[in-house]
Structures are given as structure tokens and as C-alpha cells.
């Protein structure tokens, strides 16, 4: 029997799920409590009310027992988002994206607005076949590269990225896991579910109005900001360097043009050893690079990595056992490392190290590491790396395997920056990794297995052919995501059982009272909208989708038009970073605050609301 006995146990289920709606609303908005707390707090309360409060149906059996409320840990388009967040990450590692930032600046002909309109049009495109927060997640590093290469802060770009990824994921039934759960509410609520196209002509016109703001009129919005990892991470400072020209390398047999060697670009040749004889810039014509010969240079860890992804041996004369051996598809010999990090460390004041050579340390063997590079303020340098003596202050460019450079952390000699340690990008599997994730869009798209079946699929493809071990797959995986998910879940479930669903319905019919149905679906948007930048876009679509039903069937129109504004709607974040986990993505990397997503956002969502209120009563025949 209920604790409770006395009282209507629905009534009270459907003002207790109210209750836990906006204290959830007031802690997703101010963030006192993250967002994961919160969402299990959530979560929690559901479960523990809903067992000592059962709401029964004619069987008697409580339909918001545990099973319903923690339904949301299974969902398919959760599952879906994790898998594409696991295959974005193998992406990103292969070092295939930094390709994309080169081919838009090439199309582009080196115009910076061109070349950011081309990347934003991709992104939109993209967005429409995948779903868009692993899209963000793959074009993050393309825009950090592409700013890069425009000379531009990458806060002018990260924001439109994000908003350009949502406007593309109106589009189809996939481009947002959004859409994936307005389908699923739909089909759980007796009504038809949507198609992969069933409202790609009223999205397109809201993605393509949208788009114009975002390539034209958000960059001039943002501010430019320095972001502090970069400078951390090294900004231009200049690392020494030597190059190795061996058999079947790109520089045996290289020419200089014009007194410099085109083939080294970002790099600055000090000097080119050639059979024990240094030879200083300019060059002659007629001089040419050959086998043996070591080139040393200087240049910063941005262009040393970018070279390490062509001909990695390059930098490593003499090669050791954590190195693999490769044929290319014209038999020349290549040299490929495994899983490897990039680090800095400084020489410390009262290191032994000062006054002696890399070889006279032995440092390869004693740390198990190579040094890639030697940065010296204020000194031109112009000997060999393995020449140099050591000094306090100059920073090591050093890359090891992990263990090798965590090691580093409790040497005395050398001060491990940690903050520098990267992963180096895993070029040999580029291949495999394309391959596998066309061909998951593919078999998606074609309707050969729903994109659930084809994402996980692809995600353990990628694990068992070592483009990410467990560790980076787990760590690709957001929690913020699964939590908020399985929260708005159960609340949709508690909403829809209770009657609370029918009960906003009613109540907002009441407000808008003899209006058109144009005007109640236009306003009805808007709630939508405005309260999905307030919560997740993914709550407001599971609680607003059977209040979307409710309106229908209370003004006798039909369901379609009213669900495809929750999905609209519900997309719409574009005020707060807090609505939308690319709004999130995009936070850190292009250094924003709050109110740079209201002061950008809100007009986009106004544009987008405008625009739905012309198109779709047109397209539906609402008059």
C-alpha cells in the first residue's frame, strides 16, 4: 500500500515531477552543482518517489518503476552519440582532419572568408548525415588549424562552428541525436515516427537563412582572444632541429629555389652538413641535397609535429626498437612510431646535465626517449643538435612512449611541462580509420542497419584495429552527455504517466486562447526555444514532445507540424552554452564566456524563429 493513500497519487506525482523540473531548470542554469550531479540527483529523486508513490496502471503494476526511469542509460541515440564521439576520436588521431583545414585554405586560394565560408558550408553538410556533436568534435581541430593558417584567433571561428553543426542537424532524421529522441517520444506515444527526410525542406530553409549569420556576421561579433594553452603549449617559440636526408626521403636530391629549400616550409635552415662540411644560407642553385647529408633548422613544435606525420624517421637517424617497419605502396622503406607522446621539459638550474652533449649523456638510453629539438632564448644557433651543449633553461622538444614521459616527472635533472604533452597523431592507421567510418555513414545511409547498429559497429572496428586503445575511447566518451540524457529521459517518462503533458497543453491552449493555428504553433516554438537554452536541448525535446501531441490533438491539427517545432526548437541553444553539447565543445577552445553566447546567439534564435513562422504554417497549410 502507498505511504501515501490518502492522496491522488497521479496528481501528486505529476506536481512532484514539476517540483523536480525546476529546481533541475535552477541547477543546470546557475551550475552551483555540475551537470552530472545534478542530472543523478535528478534521476535519484524520480526513483525514490515513484517507489513509495506508484502510479498504477489498470493491471495494477507501476509504470514508473525502475526499469521505465533508468531506460534512459539504454537508449539508442544515447548508445549512437557515444559511438560517433569514439569514431570522431579515432579521426582526430589519424591526423586525416588537419588534411581538411589544407584543402579548405587551397579551395579557398588563401582568402580567409572564403576558405571560412567553405568550412562552414562542409560542416552544414556534414551535420545533415551525422550526427553533429562528434561532427564538432572532428572540426574542432580543422578550425583551430585553419585559424592557424589565416592568422586568426580560433574564437572567431569556434562558436559559428557550433552553430553552423546545429542549423545543418534540422535537416535530416540523423544530423541531431535531438531528432533521433523526438521520433522514439513519438512512436512511444502512439504516433508515427519521423522519416530520414520528413522535414528536410523546412529545415533546409531554416539552415541556409541561419548559415548566412553565421559566416557573415558572427565573426565580426566575437572577440578575439589569445587562448592561454597555446601559449603554454609553446606558441612561436623556435626549437633546433636536424633533419636526416636518407635514401627514398622527400629532400635526397632537393634543390634550393631562390637561396632556400621549399621543401622545409615553416622551417628556417641554419645550416645543411654535407660530408662533414657546413654549409650556410643562402644557397647556390646548383647545391643539392643528398644522402647522409643532416639539415639543422629551427622552428616551432606546430611545424616539427606537422613534419613528423610525412617521414617521421626523418628526425631519428639511428632507430630503435619502439620503431615499425613499413612498405609503401612503391616499395620505398618507411619507419612508422606506435603510440608515442610529444612533451617539453627544461634543463633546472642544478641539473647534471648542464655542460654535456645529448651523446655524452647517453640521453636516449637513460630516459628511453628521443630529443626532437633544442630551444635557446635570445642565441642563434648554428651546430648540430647533438653538438650543443646543455644550459639551464633550454627546453627539450622530447617524444617517448607514455610511461617513458611520465617518468620524466621525478627526475631532478629535467622539469617535465606538463601541460605540453601531447599525443603524436597515428598517420598509419589513416586508411583503416576512413575506411571504416565511410563506410558506417554508408550502411546508415543506405538503411542497411539503423545507424545505432552501424555506429557501435564502427566504434569496436576502430578499437580492434588499434586506431584508439580503451583508454582514449573512454575518455572521447562525455559523461555530461550519458547523465543529461538518461535525466531528461526519465523526466519525459514522469511527465507523460502523471499527466502533467496534457496538463501544460491545456494550459497553454488557455493562453493563446481563439488564436490561428499559425500564431499557436509560431509561440509554441518559441517556448520551446527559449527554454532550450535554459536546460538541454535534449530534456526540452523528451518533456515538450507530448505537450507538442497534447496541443495537436486539443486544437484537432495535426500532430506532424507541432513535433517537427520541437525539433527545430529544441535545437535552437544558440543563447547559452549550456543548452548544447557542441555550445560546451566549443567553450574551451575558443575561450568564451556566457554572455558571448547571448550576446551572439539570441539574434540567430530570433532569425530562426522568424523564419519558421513564415515557412512552416506555408509548408503545412496552416493558415
Known amino acids: 500500500m502507498s505511504l501515501l493513500a490518502g492522496f491522488d497519487p497521479v496528481a501528486l506525482g505529476m506536481w512532484v515531477t514539476f517540483a523536480v523540473i525546476v529546481v533541475a531548470l535552477v541547477l543546470y542554469t546557475t551550475e552551483r552543482v555540475s551537470l552530472e550531479l545534478t542530472s543523478l540527483g535528478v534521476i535519484c529523486v524520480l526513483l525514490v518517489f515513484f517507489h513509495f508513490v506508484p502510479v498504477r496502471d489498470d493491471a495494477g503494476r507501476n ?13 539508442p541515440a544515447l548508445l549512437t552519440v557515444i559511438a560517433l564521439l569514439v569514431m570522431g576520436e579515432g579521426l582526430a588521431r589519424t591526423g586525416i582532419l588537419e588534411a581538411g583545414a589544407r584543402l579548405f585554405f587551397r579551395f579557398g586560394r588563401g582568402n580567409a572568408p572564403v576558405a571560412i565560408a567553405l568550412a562552414f558550408l562542409a560542416v552544414l553538410v556534414v551535420s545533415g548525415f551525422m ?3 562528434p561532427v564538432v568534435v572532428i572540426f574542432i581541430p580543422i578550425m583551430q588549424a585553419l585559424a592557424s593558417r589565416l592568422g586568426q584567433s580560433p574564437s572567431r571561428l569556434m562558436m559559428p562552428l557550433s552553430f553552423a553543426s546545429i542549423l545543418g542537424g534540422m535537416v535530416t532524421l540523423i544530423g541531431s541525436s535531438t531528432n533521433l529522441l523526438v521520433s522514439g517520444m513519438l512512436i512511444e506515444l502512439g504516433e508515427d515516427g519521423f522519416s530520414f527526410f520528413q522535414f528536410a525542406v523546412p529545415g ?5 537563412v541561419g548559415v548566412i549569420y553565421v559566416i557573415f556576421a558572427c565573426p565580426k561579433i566575437l572577440p578575439e582572444r589569445a587562448l592561454l594553452a597555446s601559449a603554454i603549449a609553446g606558441g612561436g617559440r623556435q626549437f633546433m632541429a636536424e633533419i636526416a636526408v636518407f635514401e627514398g626521403s622527400k629532400f635526397n636530391g632537393m634543390r634550393p629555389t631562390g637561396g632556400f629549400f621549399p621543401g622545409l616550409k615553416d622551417m628556417t635552415v641554419r645550416v645543411v652538413i654535407q660530408n662533414e662540411e657546413s654549409f650556410f644560407p643562402p644557397f647556390d642553385d ?15 613544435r606546430t611545424a616539427l609535429t606537422e613534419a613528423l606525420k610525412g617521414e617521421p624517421e626523418q628526425f631519428h637517424p639511428e632507430l630503435g626498437a619502439d620503431w615499425q617497419r613499413f612498405e609503401t605502396e612503391d616499395g620505398v622503406q618507411r619507419w612508422q612510431v606506435g603510440n608515442q607522446i610529444l612533451a617539453e621539459a627544461m634543463v633546472t638550474p642544478a641539473s647534471r646535465l648542464v655542460g654535456q652533449t645529448l651523446v655524452q649523456i647517453g640521453f636516449r638510453y637513460k630516459y628511453h626517449c628521443v630529443v626532437l629539438g633544442i630551444q635557446r632564448r635570445s642565441q642563434m644557433i648554428r651546430a648540430r643538435v647533438t653538438e650543443i651543449r646543455l644550459e639551464p633553461g633550454d627546453v627539450l622538444l622530447i617524444q617517448g612512449r607514455e610511461s617513458d614521459i611520465r617518468a620524466l616527472r621525478g627526475d631532478s635533472d629535467i622539469l617535465l611541462v606538463e601541460w605540453t604533452a601531447s599525443e603524436m597523431p ?10 571504416i567510418f565511410v563506410g558506417v555513414i554508408a550502411v546508415a545511409a543506405l538503411g542497411v542497419m539503423p545507424i545505432s547498429i552501424a555506429t557501435l559497429v564502427g566504434a569496436g572496428l576502430m578499437l580492434a584495429t588499434g586506431v584508439l586503445n580503451i583508454r582514449q575511447a573512454t575518455r572521447a566518451i562525455d ?3 550519458v547523465m543529461m540524457i538518461a535525466a531528461a529521459l526519465a523526466l519525459g517518462s514522469a511527465l507523460q504517466a502523471t499527466g502533467g503533458a496534457e496538463f501544460l497543453a491545456g494550459l497553454m491552449l488557455a493562453v493563446v486562447g481563439e488564436a490561428s493555428p499559425a500564431v499557436i504553433l509560431s509561440a509554441f516554438f518559441l517556448l520551446v526555444a527559449v527554454l532550450a537554452n535554459v536546460i538541454s536541448t535534449k530534456a526540452t525535446a523528451v518533456l515538450f514532445t507530448p505537450i507538442a501531441v497534447g496541443i495537436a490533438n486539443g486544437t484537432g491539427l495535426p500532430v506532424e507540424p507541432f513535433a517537427v517545432a520541437v525539433v527545430f526548437a529544441a535545437n535552437c541553444s544558440f543563447a547559452s552554452p549550456i543548452g548544447y553539447q557542441t555550445n560546451l565543445l566549443v567553450m574551451a577552445p575558443g575561450n568564451y564566456r556566457f554572455v558571448d553566447f547571448v550576446r551572439v546567439g539570441t539574434p540567430l534564435l530570433i532569425i530562426v524563429w522568424v523564419v519558421f513562422t513564415f515557412v512552416a504554417p506555408w509548408y503545412y497549410g496552416l493558415s
Open 204 to 208: 533546409l530553409a531554416l539552415a541556409l
Open 63 to 75: 509504470i514508473l518503476d525502475p526499469t521505465e526511469l533508468l531506460a534512459g542509460f539504454a537508449n
Open 286 to 300: 646548383s647545391f643539392a641535397l643528398g644522402e647522409g647529408d643532416t639539415i639543422v633548422v629551427a622552428a616551432t
Open 131 to 133: 550526427n553533429n556533436t
Open 426 to 435: 597515428a598517420v598509419h592507421h589513416a586508411a583503416s580509420t576512413m575506411a
Open 479 to 481: 559523461r555530461t552527455i
